[in-house]
C-alpha cells in the first residue's frame, strides 16, 4: 500500500488510477507469451513438421475443400445425428 501511495504522490494521480494502469499493463504483458513459452512451442511446430504427413495431400485438399463449402452454405441446416 505505501508504494502506491508514493507512486500515486510522485505521479501526482489519485491512487486509483496507479492501481487502474498497473492492472491495465499488467493484463497487456500477461497475454504475451514468456521466451520458453516460446520456444516450446516452436519446437513443438517443428517436431511436426518433421514428422510424416498420415494422410495423402490429395484427401487433406478435398476434405478443407467440403469444409469451406459448408461453411458457405450455411453448414449443417439439420438435426445433427
Given amino acids: 500500500m505505501a508504494e502506491i501511495r508514493r507512486t500515486a504522490a510522485r505521479l501526482r494521480k489519485p491512487?486509483?488510477?496507479?492501481?487502474?494502469?498497473?492492472v491495465a499493463e499488467y493484463a497487456a504483458?500477461?497475454?504475451?507469451l514468456s521466451d520458453a513459452e516460446r520456444r516450446k512451442a516452436l519446437a513443438v511446430l517443428d517436431r511436426l513438421r518433421e514428422g510424416k504427413p498420415t494422410r495423402p495431400a490429395a484427401d487433406v485438399d478435398a476434405e478443407l475443400a467440403a469444409i469451406r463449402a459448408a461453411r458457405r452454405t450455411g453448414?449443417?441446416?439439420g438435426a445433427a445425428s
Fill in 75 to 77: 453448414g449443417r441446416r
Fill in 15 to 22: 491512487q486509483s488510477h496507479v492501481v487502474r494502469d498497473a
Fill in 29 to 32: 504483458r500477461s497475454d504475451r
